[in-house]
């Protein structure tokens, strides 16, 4: 079936660090892929996306590239800031005509990440 | 415009009892998702509307669990003789009519406890 399967965290990293959240999904057909973003005390909000092989999602300093051959979506963004601090959830969205209802994102569990000054 | 809205933002129920959360999506979304993250948990799907077509209510866990939506404004939620297992953020999120994978817009959420 289809899942999605994130790093666990919590990760912890001070101002300006290298990001990198892993993701890799398991998925028939070909899903598009998406990164949620989840502040303290707000609802998830999206914060890329990429809907087809070897695209490109950017947002926000942060970049994630939709590796088919690997089948991942690693989140990455070269400078973080305090205000990067939240929840990162990859998902993926069934697509059509594989049964499910269209439009069913599937999450992974979420990766908490704080940032120090 | 203003986003996705649910109510009650928190709530606190005896085992056994019934609760009612509600959700006003986005106007103009046709399609409305209730997803439940328990502690430490994934979004779990719960159920799906869209337009007038019937809800898509594969991922409700138990008959104990129903949701209603009319037209395409206000849904409800029930979980009724509420376990303790229960206890999660039910989010609700929205999505205009369109292609598969444009974004959803979600809420903050509903935390229940049973205790």
Known sequence: GNSVTQMEGPVTLSEEAFLTINCTYTATGYPSLFWYVQYPGEG?????KATKADDKGSNKG?????????????????????????????ALNKPPNYGGSQGNLIFGKGTKLSVKP | GA???????NKVTEKGKDVELRCDPISGHTALYWYRQRLGQGLEFLIYFQGNSAPDK??????????????????????????????????????????????????????????
């Open chain 1, 62 to 90: 942060f970049e994630a590239t939709y590796r088919k051959e690997t089948t991942s979506f690693h989140l990455e963004k070269g400078s973080v800031q305090v205000s990067d601090s939240a929840v990162y959830f990859c």
């Open chain 1, 44 to 48: 998830l909000q999206l914060l890329l």
């Open chain 2, 58 to 115: 594969s991922g409700l866990p138990s008959d104990r669990f129903s949701a209603e939506r009319t037209g395409e404004s206000v849904s409800t939620l029930t979980i009724q003789r509420t376990q303790q297992e229960d206890s999660a953020v039910y989010l609700c999120a929205s999505r205009r009519q369109g292609a598969y994978n444009s974004p959803l817009h979600f809420g903050n959420g509903t935390r229940l406890t049973v205790t």
């Open chain 2, 3 to 9: 986003g996705v809205s649910q109510s009650p933002s």
